[in-house]
């Protein structure tokens, strides 16, 4: 609905300009914001919009060049698997910005996804994506689980930490600001995967208490419920107190 509004505002705009489908590369709308929001919401609708959004993101970044909107086109030629084009973008990204966070979280996802992979960058981008506060929680759920998959638990621990800190779901893939606070199970499901983290660092008294913190919050009948109450189970094995029952059970 929201993507369908802002494209008839872009085409109006176009048209009343005497531009048309001919001139709408060299025609500006008036609000220079209207192509980035409208690239945000084609970027967040997946990849049959990938297109579109990179299309958009690169209008946006002739009247607005900031680090949100070259970051937008790195983003959108990242989702395309177009890693070496991606790159140019979210390092332009990063010049004009070398404090935006999630610049640099976009940067070690790259790192991760390049081939051969880049862990030394992949980790130091990250680590300075944390000093500047990231607080993008889907983007650091998915960083957590790539760290997981190299088995750099202890970066996968601090991604997945974050994530429960910040909750925050921006509605600009490319920025911080907007979104709303997550819901209970998306945040029982990151503290599930923290949990994990946890164990594979051997920090099990950690472990257990997030298990239990899941228990608390999620809705019984749930599968991240059953799952967390299984953990809980075995992480009060493996230290010796017994089956420690969830609150709320009886």
Same mark, same amino acid.
């Given at each position: 609905?929201?993507?369908?509004?802002?494209?008839?505002?872009?085409?109006?705009?176009?048209?009343?300009?005497?531009?048309?489908?001919?001139?709408?590369?060299?025609?500006?709308?008036?609000?220079?914001?209207?192509?980035?929001?409208?690239?945000?919401?084609?970027?967040?609708?997946?990849?049959?919009?990938?297109?579109?959004? /990179?299309?958009?993101?690169?209008?946006?970044?002739?009247?607005?060049?900031?680090?949100?909107?070259?970051?937008?086109?790195?983003? =959108?030629?990242?989702?395309?698997?177009?890693?070496?084009?991606?790159?140019?973008?979210?390092?332009?990204?990063?010049?004009?910005?070398?404090?935006?966070?999630?610049?640099?979280?976009?940067?070690?996802?790259?790192?991760?996804?390049?081939?051969?992979?880049?862990?030394?960058?992949?980790?130091?981008?990250?680590?300075?994506?944390?000093?500047?506060?990231?607080?993008?929680?889907?983007?650091?759920?998915?960083?957590?689980?790539?760290?997981?998959?190299?088995?750099?638990?202890?970066?996968?621990?601090?991604?997945?930490?974050? =994530?429960?800190?910040?909750?925050?779901?921006?509605?600009?893939?490319?920025?911080?600001?907007?979104?709303?606070? /997550?819901?209970?199970?998306?945040?029982?499901?990151?503290?599930?995967?923290?949990? /994990?983290?946890?164990?594979?660092?051997?920090?099990?008294?950690?472990?257990?208490?997030?298990?239990?913190?899941?228990?608390?919050?999620?809705?019984?009948?749930?599968?991240?419920?059953?799952?967390?109450?299984?953990?809980?189970?075995?992480?009060?094995?493996?230290?010796?107190?017994?089956?420690?029952?969830?609150?709320?059970?009886?």
């Amino acid at each position: 609905m929201a993507r369908g509004s802002y494209q008839t505002a872009l085409r109006a705009h176009e048209s009343s300009s005497g531009g048309g489908a001919a001139g709408a590369s060299v025609i500006e709308p008036l609000d220079p914001l209207l192509p980035l929001r409208y690239a945000d919401l084609c970027l967040a609708a997946g990849e049959d919009h990938l297109d579109t959004a /990179e299309e958009m993101y690169l209008r946006a970044c002739r009247v607005l060049p900031t680090a949100s909107t070259w970051a937008g086109v790195g983003v =959108a030629l990242l989702r395309k698997g177009m890693l070496e084009q991606a790159e140019e973008a979210l390092s332009e990204a990063n010049i004009r910005d070398n404090r935006n966070p999630t610049v640099w979280a976009w940067l070690s996802l790259l790192c991760m996804l390049s081939k051969p992979a880049r862990p030394v960058e992949a980790d130091q981008a990250f680590e300075q994506a944390l000093l500047h506060g990231i607080a993008d929680t889907a983007l650091l759920t998915e960083l957590g689980g790539h760290f997981m998959g190299r088995g750099k638990s202890s970066l996968g621990e601090a991604a997945y930490r974050r =994530a429960l800190q910040g909750g925050v779901e921006p509605a600009a893939t490319s920025g911080q600001t907007g979104g709303d606070e /997550e819901g209970g199970e998306e945040k029982a499901d990151r503290r599930v995967m923290l949990a /994990e983290a946890l164990v594979d660092v051997h920090r099990y008294e950690d472990a257990l208490e997030q298990y239990r913190l899941v228990t608390e919050e999620a809705k019984q009948s749930s599968a991240v419920f059953l799952k967390a109450e299984e953990g809980l189970t075995d992480m009060s094995k493996k230290l010796g107190y017994g089956k420690v029952r969830p609150k709320g059970r009886f």
